[in-house]
């Protein structure tokens, strides 16, 4: 197995799995594997681990292990696919989050503004909707509320503007071309705009939040009672959306009360703060520095 992923928070994730030794478990990223092979090492012959990787390149790094199943799929069908598997309910997933250290490193993959490559920024190599086509295509409206929400990017509308024009001009094909543009709109450090940019058209070709959502609800009809939800998060939008869920059951993140006057509350909270890398991790691995851990148990 090729080393290509180095994962986060391994530790403090898998123990709060709490792993019943011959329960089933789901890892919805499956990546490296290295959350998997964590997992596999304390499940004994009756325990099983799935997991779903939709990126080609992940599925050439599968464990072999009778005990494991990788589905190749989005994590959003979640549910649907462990009842083909004959699998109704489990007793833990993981999911970490984000896009991965390998596809960063890979120009062809057009997920990073340092290497001059095509625009595509797909998981899936098979979708059809990649960066360049939505650059393209996309309103100038559409394009507004895509780096606002997802980029958080504070000229959005100017940037918006801005791409619409150039792509009148000549298509907006490879990173350097949208680069060109970007450079000449920059609100701070070139670095951090870049990334913010390119983090807002990667998550809408992926629909991250979409997925993310759909996710949580089906893991959430999978897990038993008891059950543990652990989850990864990168960046605040989508840790927004994990909060919120895990919190109140919904997206919104409002408080439910039945007629008596009683609050939902789908989950306990197994760690009311947020679990982060410490400083060697930090030190051993940038991606870890943005990393949050959060933990639920099902009610």
């Known amino acids: 197995m090729s080393e290509y992923h180095v ?7 898998i ?4 792993i019943n030794s011959s329960g089933t478990y789901v890892d919805v990223t499956y990546g490296a594997g290295g959350h998997s092979k964590s997992i596999l090492n304390k499940l ?7 997991a779903f990787d939709q990126d080609q390149d992940a599925l050439a790094n599968v464990v072999q292990d009778d005990r494991f ?3 190749e799929a989005n994590f959003r069908y979640l ?4 009842r083909l598997e004959g699998v109704r309910e489990v007793d833990g997933i993981l999911a970490d989050l984000g896009v991965s250290s390998h596809q960063l490193d890979m120009p062809e993959r057009g997920f990073s503004y340092r290497f001059d490559a095509p625009l595509d920024m797909r998981m899936n190599a098979e979708a059809e909707l990649t960066a360049a086509i939505l650059l393209q295509t996309y309103s100038e409206d559409a394009l507004v509320g895509i780096l606002s929400s997802y980029g958080e990017v504070r000229n959005s509308k100017t940037l918006a ?3 619409v024009h150039a792509r009148k001009l000549t ?12 450079d000449q709109h920059l609100m701070g450090p070139r670095m951090k705009y870049l990334s913010q940019v390119y983090q807002a058209l990667r998550m809408e070709v992926n629909d991250e939040i979409g997925a993310l959502e759909e996710m949580l609800a089906e893991g959430f009809e999978l897990l038993k009672p008891g059950g ?13 959306v994990v909060k919120n869920f895990f919190k109140t059951g919904n997206f919104e993140g409002e408080m439910e009360k039945d007629d008596f006057g009683n609050i939902y509350r789908p989950f306990i909270l197994v760690n009311k703060k947020v679990i982060m890398a410490d400083d060697k991790e930090q030190k051993a691995n940038v991606r870890s520095r943005s990393a949050k851990l959060r933990v639920a148990e099902k009610n």
């Open 7 to 13: 994962s986060v928070l391994l530790d403090e994730s």
């Open 15 to 18: 123990d709060n799995l709490k």
């Open 44 to 50: 004994n012959a009756e325990g099983h681990l799935f």
């Open 69 to 71: 199943t990788l589905i």
């Open 79 to 82: 549910r649907r696919f462990l």
């Open 161 to 163: 503007k801005a791409l």
């Open 171 to 182: 298509e907006i094909r490879t990173t350097f071309d949208l680069n060109r543009i970007l």
């Open 228 to 240: 543990r939800f652990v989850v990864i998060t990168f960046h605040s939008i989508e840790d927004r």
